[in-house]
């Protein structure tokens, strides 16, 4: 079959889609891949899929552009005659949908999370809910990570009766392995995320250095990519003695295998933490707040704690209740953590639900 995967940017397609890409080409499908330009792109070449270059404003809201990636959409369809589309994120569910429906292409649909403009109501809730009934209305499935998403969807009448659900993006078990859990020489955590509000980073940066106060012994890192607003204030910390910056990180299991814990206390509506599912299946404990995309993945007290979102104080008092554990006892919440990815969050759940579409249009022709 040819198979068209309309995306918003390369890394999230190669890291979290690399799997399903590869077996749909080892089955003896052609498949496209419509995204914007990305380093990542030979990566997805190399795989066998043939990459079609499309810009997207990814957070712009100008209608005008939104009209052309439309009719870019239309114009890629028309030209590989795909039997079925995958899209991800809201623009392309969005516009690749509007452009699926409107030529009788099967096309399933992945809520990778509500995004801001959803999440905090108002006009633009209004706006994008309105592209998102016009978008799928004719969809085939339209795949959930979470809970929270579905019930939202559900009650705003957009797409009953095609809602399915999956465990995220899934955590590839094979590459993300369990990893030696390190001395206690030092305690060390680690935050991975963009260095932005909404990630948590001013709850991240408030905790470290009131526990670097009061446990020497401690580390805290932070990988990812810093926003300009927090490039002085990691600057300064980091210069302190606070924190750890190491800037994008590209191979994650070193710094898995320095730490003892993740922390991740974002308030972003995310569909599902690929951070907590790989820390997870590493071994690595979790501390994350209450909120879905995040409780989904953690057993409070067993692999992990909750924490309140937006609360410095509640994150420093898990933190400190993590300090206080015995190292068998957070060498086990590790463990219990990688048997809890393992059960739930295997990335092949995902790839065989796709596959199941691709049958199921198959099962129609």
Do not use: W
Request: hydrophobic letters at 35%; proline letters at 4%.
């Amino acid at each position: 079959m040819r198979i068209l995967i309309l995306a918003n940017n390369d890394i999230g397609l190669y890291k979290f889609r690399k799997e399903l890409l590869e077996c749909l080409i080892s089955d003896g499908h052609t498949v496209y891949a419509s995204l914007p330009e990305g380093d990542m792109i030979p990566d997805i070449e190399a795989l066998g899929c043939e990459v079609i270059k499309t810009e997207i404003s990814r957070h712009g809201t100008n209608p005008v552009q939104d009209l052309k990636l439309m009719q870019s959409y239309k114009r890629i369809i028309k030209e590989k005659k795909p039997d079925i589309v995958f899209t991800y994120t809201i623009k392309p569910n969005v516009y690749g949908g509007a452009a699926c429906a409107s030529l009788n292409v099967p096309y399933v649909a992945n809520i990778t999370g509500l995004g801001s403009a959803v999440e905090n109501g108002g006009m633009m809730q209004k706006i994008t809910l309105s592209l998102y009934r016009y978008g799928l209305r004719k969809a085939q499935t339209v795949f959930f990570q979470n809970k929270e998403n579905e019930e939202f969807f559900t009650n705003k009448g957009l797409a009953l009766g095609k809602h399915k659900m999956l465990p995220g993006s899934g955590v590839n078990l094979q590459y993300y392995l369990p990893v030696e859990y390190p001395g206690e020489d030092t305690i060390e955590f680690v935050f991975v995320a963009r260095l932005m509000k909404e990630k948590g980073i001013d709850q991240y940066l408030e905790m470290a250095k009131i526990i670097k106060g009061k446990y020497p012994h401690t580390q805290f890192h932070i990988c990812g990519y810093c926003e300009e607003a927090y490039e002085d204030i990691v600057k300064e910390q980091q210069e302190k003695g606070i924190v750890i910056y190491h800037g994008l990180v590209k191979n994650m299991q070193e710094i898995y295998e320095k730490v003892h814990c993740v922390v991740h206390p974002t308030f972003y509506p995310e569909g599902l933490s690929n951070v907590l599912l790989e820390a997870s299946a590493c071994a690595r404990p979790i501390i994350t707040t209450n909120r879905s995309g995040c409780r989904e993945v953690i057993d409070d007290g067993v692999n992990g704690y909750i924490v309140k979102q937006q609360d410095s104080k509640d994150l420093i008092e898990k933190v400190e209740k993590f300090i206080g554990l015995t190292y068998g006892q957070k060498m086990a919440m590790g463990t219990a953590g990688r048997a809890k990815v393992e059960k739930e969050f295997d990335r092949q759940i995902v790839v065989r639900k796709y596959l199941n579409e691709i049958e199921f249009v198959k099962g129609m022709n």
